[in-house]
């Protein structure tokens, strides 16, 4: 079986941080279309996903030209539109998920395929949260919509592979009852 190369879609490294998790129910932004999203956080040593990200947006902006070009003259420069790989040291600086890290923010109109490791289907919606680690299959696009022109993250799928610290300050059922210390009931 041959897998055609597609040079706009990236699957990213392991050690990928998923933010804002709204992977299970559509959530509008802004009065939009209610999209599935998250947002990826990518540890600045992960050279690999950071380079195919760059990658992928350089192949977005080549095949999306005739799209950014629009109704003008020419094709802005890349350098001068917007794309979706973010420094989390600049503009997050007070997070400490983002630190040393980039940050990219994939949406879709279809909820993503959701696995464990070991390519299951995760149905529990409690395993998905925003601070676990893993994979996400992500295709990057040219857009011009009301005058703003850019490359933009689409979501395809995620694969879970390891738990982590939960953000937003929320703790999980697991570990806040992981006691058997009865101290606290009353008699």
């Not at 009065?31 to 760059?54: H, R, W």
């Amino acid at each position: 079986m041959s897998k055609i190369m597609n040079p706009t879609k990236v699957i990213t490294g392991p050690r990928t941080r998923w933010s804002y998790a709204n992977v299970w129910d559509p959530k509008s932004i802004n009065g939009g279309a209610p999209k599935y999203s998250v947002s990826l956080i990518i540890p600045k040593s992960d050279t690999k996903t950071v380079e195919k990200i760059n990658a992928a947006i350089q192949a977005a902006y080549e095949e999306g030209q005739s799209k950014l070009k629009g109704n003008g003259k020419s094709v802005p420069a890349l350098s001068i539109i917007k794309t979706p790989l973010r420094d989390g040291d600049l503009e997050r600086p007070d997070d400490e998920a983002y630190k040393n890290s980039y940050f990219i923010n994939a949406n879709s109109a279809n909820a993503p395929g959701i696995v464990d490791a070991d390519r299951n289907p995760i149905l529990e919606r409690s395993e998905v949260y925003s601070g676990v680690y893993g994979r996400a299959s992500i295709n990057l696009y040219a857009f011009n919509t009301n005058g703003n022109k850019g490359i933009a993250c689409g979501l395809n799928n995620l694969q879970k592979i390891s738990d982590g610290e939960p953000l937003g300050g929320r703790s999980r059922a697991e570990d806040d009852f992981d006691t058997d210390d009865e101290d606290d009931f009353l008699d």
